[in-house]
């Protein structure tokens, strides 16, 4: 037998997590998207294979209605080598991925589109028109993101946030963040999320600036600053998703083990364990941004259609919640 052999039956689940045998759960988001009405989306710059995919599976599952907006003759050249029908959606030529950004964004603005769905291009071009302070989609809320994570090793629906927006959240940008979130969670059907604030231990350190914003968060919960969630924290990573982690450290928290939301100190870390959780761990997600005008269906370059299904379902849920179907 290799050493390899030994590695891998040497390996075995974190003892500290229940793992559910077969537990997914975006197939339920999928199936409430069924008795939905699709929402028309303006689909940026979808110049990659998983792009124009995603779109159109999207479409073909009646989850949303796509106008395709790019360079025309790109998108139709990538459509026949892929074998993508498109015949039946809107094309709208854009000669730069700036452009582009800027016809979905207004289409957003006039009513057009109910969401936007971001392409193949850097997240960066597709934010920059969409932040615009008096021709973007801003609201009185600041504009957060929340990965949603399926995850085999966690037997909830597991909300990551913020991990693609706010790169070194304030105090103030936190309680937005959190908010959105919250907002996000009870669209999902998830009623009254327990939110765990992240940082690397559970005790109120001064040196430590995510402990005192974990502290000051929890008491504007306490205070109906923030609401419609169970807030708790600093706690770290083991504490929140499993409940013997926080047995051991003799923790007692209405969150510890049953965290549906992770609010994490910055971008980076958040990113990192967004990703490390679908490439290691075979979570899969779903990107959408909040706080916007419409929702922002926001995946990485790197997802695959499936994902981008997944996310357009995200977006049509919180859609929805906000603007109930009549009768």
Known sequence: MSDLATLAESVAIDPLVGHPADFHVFHKFLARCKDLPAITTAVCWPLSDVALRGAVEAAEAGIIRPTLVGDAAGIMAL????????????????????????????????????????????????????????????????????????TPAYARTLLITDAAINIEPELEDKIHIVQNAIDLAHALGIPEPKVALLSAVETVNPKIKSTLDAAALCKMADRGQITGGVLDGPLAFDTAVSMKAAQIKGLVSPVSGKADILVVPDLESGNMLAKQLEYLGGAQLAGIVLGARVPVILTSRADSAETRLTSCAVAVLLHYAQHPVEG
């Open 79 to 150: 459509a026949k080598k892929t074998g993508v029908d498109i015949s039946g959606y809107p094309l709208i030529d854009a000669a730069t991925e700036q452009s582009a950004a800027q016809i979905s964004v207004n289409m957003c603005r006039d009513g057009k589109s109910l969401a936007m769905m971001k392409g193949s291009l850097h997240t960066d071009e597709l934010m920059k028109v969409a932040m615009g302070r008096d021709t973007g989609l801003r609201t009185s809320r600041r504009i957060t993101h929340v990965f949603v994570m399926d």
